[in-house]
């Protein structure tokens, strides 16, 4: 079945940097688009990154265009959300997701905390 695991959240100091990392298994990992979501309490769930299948093309939320960077790797099927300049605001729950056969498959998500 399909799984995707979410690690590298934790807690850092506004400014600072992590590093996500999605691990997936159960489907054609390089046929599919990836997403990373973040909910923060209290919020709607929302689209922070996209990838293509191929990794040629990336889109990203205004809110952390040029701090955040999406990667994959096809080989390893993974995907990977490289994050710099972090604020408060980024804190959230992070989740990876992937749409296949009109169903959403989402990861537990990992907790990111910015905060002094």
């Known amino acids: 079945q399909v799984q995707l695991v979410e690690s590298g959240g934790g807690l850092v100091q506004p400014g600072g940097s992590l590093r996500l990392s999605c691990a997936t298994s159960g489907f054609s990992f390089s046929s599919y688009a990836i997403q990373w979501y973040r909910q923060a309490p209290g919020k709607e769930r929302e689209l922070v990154a996209s990838?293509?299948?191929?990794?040629?093309?990336?889109n990203y939320a205004d809110a952390v265009k040029g701090r955040f960077t999406i990667s994959r790797d096809n080989a390893k099927g993974t995907v990977d959300l490289q994050m710099n300049h972090l604020k408060p605001e980024d804190t959230a729950v992070y989740h990876c997701?992937?749409?296949?056969?009109?169903?959403?498959?989402w990861g537990q998500g990992t907790q990111v905390t910015v905060s002094s």
């Open positions: 990838i293509s299948s191929t990794g040629g093309s990336t």
């Open positions: 997701n992937v749409y296949r056969f009109r169903t959403n498959y």
